[in-house]
């Protein structure tokens, strides 16, 4: 009786799964008052004196069903007086970075030079170990301006095309959106160059106007933050230049719009007058909740509360690997684990976990179980996840390294990218979003994810043997080889630029020939349970 009602279980689970991939299911599935599943972004960040070899992280999980997947190196160059730089909106299935179907918004002024830097859908660090990540925090609709000609992408890129360190890439920022316009949803940049990490969100001046809104807070060198698809920054001691700075018009616009009154007695706080909602949404809250309760669980923070503190200090100290097994987080062992009352009977008579019991389950399925959705760290939708080091004691080549992975964070392999190597593999440089293409190093790690939904209990087990190795890999060999790699640069700086991209290139390589094996493998291992 036991392993009639497991079969049955396990065939109805089965095929509301695979009615879940069908095209159009899951839009189909979600309410149209609430985000799609696990969309929106994720990004933490470590002080350098919260790290464990002092170097400062910032991180970005690219939670999006639509960002391009193609990725380059924008090389440093020079410019002659008078010219200008393009401004463009790039739709976000480019299929390159001279897609023709991107729109042309308007021009600026081009600078003297403009730095290299690592180009993705959101560009993520330049040649002077400035880096970015980001989430998207949503303003009230007022605030959106139809009238600026730069977008957040875009203002990532000619940050990190001018800016060496995090306070000039807001200076920057300022300068660009106050005479140019930002016309965007509210974003915050969480900015890292080699001593600070600082937080950075921005809003539209309003309907009609050319500018922005905008308020940063330095995250102290010891501590650690979040930012989860809401606002953070809430008062602002704007007297302590060493931790706060706001645009000029932060507190004015604010009474002007009717966001807040002085004579309300009430503090200004910055989130709450230019995007309140986002700290009433536990689609955000829960994540704020477990980055910062896995590192300071001394805090025993509140799952159910609505604030939390800006950044906390870790319990112990934090390394790439440690903010890498929390973008894999799908809250495991507490009440908030989607999977946690999928058990079936084995043969021996033990209680274990569903094959099918997958934290991502699709909306039909979780209807079908009555399972409460949570939006998990992790996410399914991810088209690919950066944890940056800066570094102060390296050079920018060897110092300035992006650990990257393509799609969902828990079943892929995040490898070291340095800034200093000279192009991508041609791999990461096909666009996978309008196409299948075995070409595409997107794809090889997409089919794996996707192919571990049918049995994600026990394709992962196999799944976690091919990351995991590839990842211990390159984190022990790390050290050797920037000792390597720094003799080399203080005799040839060219010639160490090429060692940096041969080896980048060589582990993002094995990887992808190692996910496409993977995949012929899960299909022979697991097609008869099928």
Same mark, same amino acid.
């Given at each position: ?6 079969l049955s279980f396990l065939i109805v689970g089965l095929a509301v799964l695979a ?17 799609? &599943? ?57 299929? $390159? ?6 729109? &042309? ?7 003297? &030079? ?35 000609? @730069? ?20 200076? %920057?920022?300022?300068?660009?959106? /106050? ?6 949803? $509210? ?8 001593? &600070? ?15 922005? %809104? ?37 507190? *004015?616009?604010?009474?002007e719009l009717g966001f807040w009154s002085k004579a309300s007695g009430q503090p ?42 800006? *950044? ?5 100290? %934090? ?36 094959? @099918? ?41 060897? $110092?300035? %390294?992006?650990? =990257? ?43 794996? *994810? ?25 984190? $022990? ?16 700086? /060219?010639?160490?630029?090429? =060692? ?31």
């Amino acid at each position: 009786m036991r392993k009639s009602r497991s079969l049955s279980f396990l065939i109805v689970g089965l095929a509301v799964l695979a009615l879940s991939f069908l095209p159009g299911s899951q839009a189909a599935s979600v309410r149209r008052d609430e985000p799609l &599943e696990f969309d929106s972004c994720t990004s933490i960040l470590v002080g350098r004196l919260a790290s464990v070899d002092g170097s400062t992280m910032t991180s970005h999980s690219c939670d999006s069903g639509t960002d391009r997947t193609w990725m380059t190196i924008v090389p440093n160059m020079k410019h002659k007086p008078g010219e200008t730089a393009k401004v463009y909106y790039e739709p976000k299935r480019s299929k $390159g970075p001279n897609d023709p179907d991107r729109l &042309e918004t308007g021009e600026i002024p081009q600078v003297a &030079e403009t730095y290299a830097y690592l180009n993705t859908a959101y560009p993520i660090m330049n040649e002077h170990q400035l880096a970015i990540g980001e989430t998207t925090i949503g303003s009230r609709r007022e605030l959106v301006s139809e009238v600026g000609i @730069i977008d957040a992408p875009e203002l990532y890129r000619f940050v990190l095309e001018r800016a060496k360190t995090a306070r000039e890439a807001i200076r %920057v920022a300022d300068e660009l959106t /106050k005479a140019y316009g930002y016309n965007d949803w $509210g974003e915050c940049f969480t900015f890292a160059d080699t001593k &600070e990490v600082w937080h950075f969100e921005i809003h539209g001046p309003g309907k009609g106007k050319k500018g922005a %809104v905008w308020a940063a807070q330095r995250v102290p060198d010891d501590e650690i933050g979040v930012s989860a698809n809401a606002g953070r920054i809430r008062r602002l001691d704007l007297a302590t230049a060493d931790y706060f700075m706001a645009s000029a018009n932060v507190i *004015s616009l604010a009474e002007e719009l009717g966001f807040w009154s002085k004579a309300s007695g009430q503090p200004f706080e910055f989130c709450y007058a230019y995007n309140p909602e986002s700290r009433t949404s536990l689609y955000c809250r829960r994540r704020e909740w477990r980055v910062l309760s896995l590192l300071a669980p001394s805090l025993k923070l509140n799952p159910e509360s609505e604030n939390y503190p800006f *950044s906390v200090k870790p319990d112990k100290k %934090v390394s790439v690997a440690d903010v890498l097994a929390i973008f894999r987080d799908t809250y495991g062992g507490t009440e908030y684990d989607m999977t946690r009352t999928l058990t079936s009977v084995n043969r021996k008579g033990e209680t274990v976990k569903s094959p @099918i019991a997958t934290p991502f389950m699709n909306g039909d399925l979780l209807g079908l179980f009555r399972i409460k959705r949570e939006r998990t760290i992790s996410s399914p939708a991810a088209t690919y996840l950066q944890v940056t080091q800066s570094r102060d004691w390296l050079p920018g080549p060897i $110092g300035g %390294v992006v650990w =990257l992975g393509y799609d969902n964070p828990a079943t892929t392999p995040h490898l070291p990218f340095y800034i200093g190597i000279s192009q991508m593999p041609a791999s990461y440089m096909v666009d996978g979003r309008g196409a299948f293409s075995r070409d595409c190093a997107w794809w090889a790690f997409r089919t794996v *994810s996707k192919l571990a939904n049918f049995r994600w209990q026990e394709m992962t087990k196999d799944i976690e043997k091919v990351w995991k190795e590839a990842e211990d890999k390159a984190f $022990g060999n790390q050290a050797k080889f920037e000792e390597e790699a720094l003799a080399l640069y203080n005799k040839d700086p /060219k010639k160490a630029r090429e =060692l940096l991209t041969k080896y980048s290139h060589d582990q993002a390589n094995r990887a992808v020939a190692a996910y496409g094996k993977l995949a012929d493998d899960l299909w022979l291992k697991y097609s008869g349970m099928f």
